[in-house]
């Protein structure tokens, strides 16, 4: 559900930050303008001009613009939005078929034989976007083993597809 950044900490958002960090672990370069990515306690927000001269102005906002993710830690939890500029950029990139993306949008792993194609890294640990035939990024995982000289079994392992939101609600319902 997240990636481990290593030395993430108060470095800020720009020239090496968590944000663009986290796009370098795909082979993307993000050009974020860091007058408009805010940090607010763990989050990181996106703004326009208009919202961000109104946070400055507001002290106690929680929300405002696009959530870019959270740290936790040493760990960077990515939101869908962030991921999804990532993909438009992102060097790594495994493509699979209709069944291996349903399987991956309910939590599942991605098995060799599901994926149609690699682009970018095929090395073990390397962190790699996951996109449905249509060209749809479903989440991000993490190479299990070396994929150029795996013929079966286990390829990615899931870190974080859309799946997981209507996971969550699932568990906060029955909770309750």
Avoid at 109 to 127: M, N, T, V
Avoid at 129 to 153: M, P, Q, T, W
Wanted: glycine share 12%.
């Amino acid at each position: 559900m997240c990636a481990n950044l290593g030395g993430v900490g108060e470095k800020g958002v720009t020239e090496g930050g968590v944000i663009e960090d986290f796009a370098r672990l795909f082979g993307a370069e993000l050009s974020l303008d860091e007058r408009f990515v805010v940090k607010r306690g763990n989050r990181y927000f996106l703004l326009d001009e208009k919202l961000k001269d109104s946070t400055d102005k507001r002290e106690g906002w929680l929300y405002s613009g696009t959530y870019l993710g959270k740290v936790e830690g040493q760990s960077f939890h990515p939101s869908f939005p962030l991921l999804f500029v990532i993909a438009e950029k992102a060097k790594n990139r495994i493509t699979v078929d209709d069944k291996s993306a349903w399987l991956f949008v309910c939590g599942r792993d991605i098995f060799k034989e599901g994926i149609l194609k690699i682009e970018g890294s095929r090395r073990k640990g390397a962190y790699t976007l996951v996109f449905n035939r249509h060209g749809e990024c479903i989440g991000y995982g993490k190479i299990a083993k070396n994929l150029d000289k795996l013929k079966s079994g286990l390829a990615v392992k899931n870190l974080l597809d859309i799946g997981d939101f209507l996971r969550r609600e699932r568990t906060a319902v029955q909770e309750a």
